[in-house]
């Protein structure tokens, strides 16, 4: 039967007459990748309908029953796909992929499949026999072919087979280096039935033997000095193989530039490696395989490739060492001019470096690039003085400080400070190849301002005319406002910019008198501001409440007086203030409503006079009240009273002699100065008529002006008895006139007050 014995003249052109020992294929590992994503054994189970079998051995074919041969071409595998309904899943994507391959090389898909089966059969423990193939899906037919030729093809270990499964990539890619060592890794008897992989194999050593022979030839010209030719044989070299360690470094060693070319490749650290910018003249359309060269590595270690395009934006190379020198040098596809950079350091800087100033301090964070092992900040002052700041402390939750993740911002913060220009610079350390490795560093420059002291104490007093006094402590060097906050008070010390505080309170001066129109309640704060710099401090609760109207004050016996008004609506507390005319001090008396309704008001105000104020309590148990102004205060006189007494005149023979009116002034509450009433003794009428109850009500018998008695003291007139024949009489005591209403009369036992 055709095609049992592997090998023969299979009849189709470009078929293989050996088993492929390397599926020579780009990018083989990405399908591979795919494949067992879909858990797929082997490619061909993506083409076998349910119950169909697959050929092999002279191009791909599908066998759905008998004489029913499908060959599987690029068509196929795009209505393979179609079928799926999603064209957009795993399977799908790899369908389209083999397609793609199917139609670049018609015989990639059959060396592919036989590549995977002869390895599936060399790793079954049964691999030997053709029912082995036949359970992977081969065609009866084909199973005792293909196990035949498996098991006289060579078997590779897993090196082998990375290095069979990378080598057509190396090669497309110019990796002739590590494209020869794959070739060496390889089984001699390899590339004996596989006459693709042995052509591939020849080519590769007629490139490496054309290589070595530049390299050669360079080496001969730097050695006569010659450098712009050996620069040209190391640049041809480099083209040839461009993974070449000795073309690459040898170019890198005797490049000059000259006139025309485009400039150096720029590089720069960045948290995430190091970025590469091609420069301005480089072609725009150019494409470049970028290498890295590492100081103090081997001369013929392989040179790791930076993936990416070397396009109009930067390249990142995400795996340059830290702490280590590297250059770079960017090899043109075309034959251009190489790109070549300078050595780097790579140790990137912190970002987002940010200063602010504070009183008599510094603050600095930043963001800690990945890979460092501590950094060092060190602050210079005006003078030029530097001192270390010592180790960053972690600045919020993205990460602890001392740690090497991306991400970690830190800071340091630097007091006692005084004004002037300050420099802080952070470097960040690295473990290099020879020890630790430190950056540059990135700096800013910062002004530490001057400040005023802070506002330590606040406290406020009632004082006279309805006002309040605030009293403070702290504050030098800065002029103290009186603000209140619209929302929740900033903490005392707390530091701002004086264009954020709130406008000063119009009631209250400079020097802390304060006149909160009736009805405020507010929170006083004091802040202590200089230039556009504020510093907040304490603050006080103060009210200032309606003033209660109908005020009386009477005075009674023992200093003592009687406070009555109109109780203010809504009120439940109103407090009382007395203040001492003499300036003593001042005392305030609460009063509840229902006890005030009950039992009235009587309060000790001494002999002295007395300013009485009344105004609805505070809301607030801990608000200072002022005490307001107009109808809500009394001024009391100090209390000053005038005695008479009737003394009685000597007995005599037939009748008494005339009695004695004695007036007495009294002044418990101090002098009683000018304006003393006139006392006017009135007789009622005789022989036992009603006793005057006004000054009106009888005939006016003596006067004593106020001025006399203000003068002596006491002051004593004779009464005359009664006429003959008109009978005994009663008399009273009134004030008239001046201070007549404010002067307390203390008069005798009404008894006594009769003339016999």
């Known amino acids: 039967m055709a095609g049992t014995e592997f090998g023969h003249a299979l009849g189709r052109s470009r078929a293989l007459s050996g088993l492929p020992a390397a599926p020579l294929v780009a990018r083989y590992g990405e399908l591979v990748s795919a494949q067992q994503a879909l858990g797929l054994a082997h490619l061909g189970e993506l083409l076998i309908p349910a119950g169909g079998r697959m050929r092999v051995l002279d191009g791909v074919f599908t066998v759905e029953g008998p004489g029913r041969r499908r060959h599987v071409g690029a068509q196929v595998l795009r209505g393979l796909r179609a079928g799926r309904g999603d064209a957009e899943d795993g399977a799908g994507a790899l369908l389209e992929r083999l397609a793609r391959i199917q139609e670049h090389d018609p015989a990639a898909l059959r060396r592919i499949l036989l590549y995977q089966l002869v390895r599936l059969l060399h790793e079954h423990p049964r691999g030997e026999l053709p029912d082995t193939a036949v359970g992977f899906g081969v065609d009866p037919d084909e199973a005792a072919a293909l196990v035949d030729a498996a098991h006289a093809s060579p078997r590779l270990d897993p090196a082998q087979r990375a290095a069979?499964?990378?080598?057509?990539?190396?090669w497309l890619a110019g990796r002739v280096r590590a494209a020869a060592r794959s070739a060496a890794a390889l089984p001699r008897a390899a590339a004996g039935g596989d006459p693709l992989l042995a052509g591939r194999l020849a080519?590769?050593?007629?490139?490496?033997?054309?290589?070595?022979?530049?390299?050669?030839?360079?080496?001969?010209?730097?050695?006569?000095?010659?450098?712009?030719?050996?620069?040209?044989?190391?640049?041809?070299?480099?083209?040839?193989?461009?993974?070449?360690?000795?073309?690459?470094?040898?170019?890198?060693?005797?490049?000059?530039?000259?006139?025309?070319?485009?400039?150096?490749?720029?590089?720069?650290?960045?948290?995430?490696?190091?970025?590469?910018?091609?420069?301005?003249?480089?072609?725009?359309?150019?494409?470049?395989?970028?290498?890295?060269?590492?100081?103090?590595?081997p001369r013929t270690a392989p040179?790791?490739?930076?993936?990416?395009?070397?396009?109009?934006?930067?390249?990142?190379?995400?795996?340059?060492?830290?702490?280590?020198e590297v250059r770079y040098v960017a090899l043109p596809c075309d034959g251009g001019t190489p790109l070549i950079s300078a050595p780097l350091l790579v140790a990137p800087e912190v970002t987002e470096l940010c200063l602010t100033d504070g009183r008599s301090r510094v603050e600095a964070t930043w963001l800690r690039p990945p890979g460092t092992t501590g950094v060092r900040v060190t602050l210079t002052d005006p003078e030029g003085r530097t001192r270390d700041l010592g180790a960053p402390s972690p600045a919020d939750a993205a990460g602890p400080a001392g740690t090497a993740g991306a991400g970690c911002r830190e800071g340091v913060r630097a007091g006692g400070l005084g004004p002037g220009e300050y420099a802080l610079r952070v470097r960040c350390r690295y473990a290099g190849a020879g020890g630790e490795v430190v950056s540059g560093g990135a700096g800013a420059a910062v002004t530490v301002h001057p400040w005023p002291e802070p506002v330590a104490g606040l406290t406020a007093s009632a004082r006279g005319a309805g006002g309040l006094e605030l009293r403070w402590s702290g504050g030098?060097?800065?002029?103290?406002?009186?603000v209140q906050w619209p929302g929740a008070a900033p903490a005392e010390g707390a530091e701002l910019a004086a264009s954020a505080l709130p406008p000063p309170l119009t009631w209250v001066d400079a020097?802390?008198?304060?006149?909160?129109?009736?009805?405020?309640?507010?929170?006083?704060s004091a802040v202590s501001v200089l230039g556009e710099r504020a510093l907040a401090g304490p603050g006080v609760v103060v009210e200032a409440p309606e003033a209660v109207t109908g005020l009386t004050v009477r005075r009674t016996s023992g200093g003592r007086a009687k406070v009555s008004f109109d109780w203010p609506e809504g009120a439940g507390r109103v407090t009382v203030a007395l203040t001492p005319e003499s300036g003593g001090e001042r005392t305030e008396h609460p009063v509840v409503r229902a006890v005030f309704l009950r039992e009235g008001l009587e309060l000790p105000v001494g002999a002295g006079a007395v300013r009485v104020s009344a105004y609805a309590a505070p809301r607030s148990a801990q608000a200072v009240a002022a005490a307001p102004r107009g109808a809500g205060e009394v001024s009391v006189p100090a209390d000053v009273a005038i005695a008479y007494r009737l003394v009685p005149g000597p007995r005599r023979i037939l009748r008494r002699g005339p009695a004695v009116l004695r007036v007495s002034l009294l002044s418990p509450g101090g002098d009683p100065g000018c304006g003393l009433p006139d006392f006017v003794l009135v007789r009622g009428a005789a022989g036992g008529g009603p006793r005057p109850h006004r000054a009106a009500?009888?005939?006016?018998?003596?006067?004593?002006?106020?001025?006399?008695?203000?003068?002596?003291?006491?002051?004593?007139?004779?009464?005359?008895?009664?006429?003959?024949?008109?009978?005994?009489y009663a008399v009273r005591g009134f004030l008239l006139g001046g201070r007549a209403a404010s002067v307390r009369l203390d008069e005798p036992s009404l008894t006594s007050l009769v003339v016999r």
Do not use: K, M, N
């Not at 040179?303 to 830290?322: E, F, H």
């Not at 030098?476 to 009186?482: E, I, N, S, T």
């Open 164 to 170: 069979a499964e990378g080598l057509e990539d190396e």
């Open 203 to 297: 080519g590769l050593a007629e490139r490496v033997r054309a290589a070595d022979a530049l390299l050669d030839e360079a080496r001969a010209h730097e050695d006569r000095d010659d450098r712009e030719r050996a620069a040209a044989a190391y640049g041809q070299a480099a083209r040839l193989a461009r993974d070449c360690p000795r073309a690459v470094r040898g170019l890198v060693r005797t490049h000059r530039p000259a006139e025309g070319d485009p400039g150096p490749l720029e590089a720069s650290p960045v948290p995430g490696g190091v970025a590469l910018l091609r420069p301005a003249g480089a072609d725009p359309d150019g494409i470049w395989r970028v290498v890295r060269l590492t100081r103090g590595e």
């Open 303 to 324: 040179l790791p490739l930076v993936p990416g395009r070397l396009g109009a934006g930067p390249l990142t190379d995400p795996r340059a060492p830290l702490g280590r």
């Open 476 to 482: 030098a060097g800065g002029d103290v406002r009186f």
């Open 511 to 524: 020097a802390g008198i304060a006149h909160p129109p009736p009805g405020t309640p507010a929170t006083v």
């Open 697 to 728: 009500d009888g005939a006016e018998l003596c006067r004593v002006t106020g001025a006399e008695l203000a003068a002596t003291g006491t002051v004593e007139r004779e009464i005359l008895p009664h006429p003959p024949g008109g009978g005994p």
